[in-house]
């Protein structure tokens, strides 16, 4: 059972607009909410994250959204790069479970020059 | 931050035989975590792996068949058994940094092609 669904699964931008990614989730107990970015052959690098106590957090061209009444969170990247063509992947974890990550199915970015 | 080292960075190996994968990290660590990702898929957590206690597995995957061992705090091993090729996947070890917030990290993965 997926507790993270992840949206939109691909998705083209071109450079310099905004790439938009969705997630949702249903366990409240969840208090940790990280993006990671993984190119092909690596292992996924932690991007931003985000606690429920704020409802945004941004980090250079990188903003999390975050929404705790609705369950979801998003990740928006402003002026997108060819550079950052890569899969992103929105996870979500509690302190209960030692915070072991549950992935979202991820996102395959493309950014066009 | 950590750096996570895995080795094998890939392997083919044959049906019905086993490969351990070795995860060192440059700081000592709690919580260490097995994920699996599947060509073209998200990653699925196999275990987790605290020092001095045994692993504890998730749904779907038993100690038989993904036997881990830890050591001590910097290091973990992950074998994979009497393998088959529905096991052809990247494997990835990942480090919670408690004094990061909890935020973890992973190794480059190990990619294995069962054949």
């Known amino acids: 059972q997926q507790q993270v669904k992840q949206s939109p699964q691909s998705l083209i931008v071109q450079k310099g607009g905004i790439s938009i990614i969705n997630c949702a989730y249903e366990?409240?107990?969840?208090?940790?909410f990280p993006w990671y970015q993984q190119f092909p052959g690596k292992g996924p690098a932690l991007l931003i994250a985000?606690?429920?106590?704020?409802s945004e957090k941004k980090e250079g061209r990188f903003t999390i959204s975050f929404n705790k009444s609705a369950k979801q969170f998003s990740l928006h990247i402003m002026d997108s790069q060819p550079g950052d063509s890569a899969t992103y992947f929105c996870?979500?974890?509690?302190?209960?479970?030692?915070?072991?990550?549950?992935f979202g199915k991820g996102t395959s970015l493309l950014v066009t020059p | 931050s950590a750096v996570i080292s895995q080795k094998p960075s890939r392997d083919i190996c044959q049906r019905g035989t086993s490969l351990t994968i070795q995860c060192q990290v440059d700081?000592?660590?709690?919580?260490m975590f097995w994920y699996r990702q599947q060509p073209g898929q998200s990653l699925t957590l196999i275990a987790t792996?605290?020092?001095?206690?045994?692993?504890?597995?998730e749904s779907g995957f038993v100690i038989d068949k993904f036997p881990i061992s830890r050591p001590n705090l910097t290091f973990s091993t992950l074998t994979v058994s009497n393998m088959s090729p529905e096991d052809s996947s990247i494997y990835l070890c990942?480090?919670?940094?408690?004094?990061?917030?909890?935020?973890?990290?992973f190794g480059q993965g190990t990619r294995l092609t069962v054949v």
């Open positions: 990942s480090v919670e940094v408690l004094v990061s917030g909890g935020e973890a990290f």
């Open positions: 792996a605290n020092q001095g206690s045994e692993a504890t597995y």
């Open positions: 700081s000592q660590v709690t919580m």
């Open positions: 996870a979500a974890s509690m302190e209960g479970s030692g915070y072991a990550l549950n």
């Open positions: 366990n409240t107990a969840f208090d940790y």
């Open positions: 985000i606690r429920p106590d704020v």
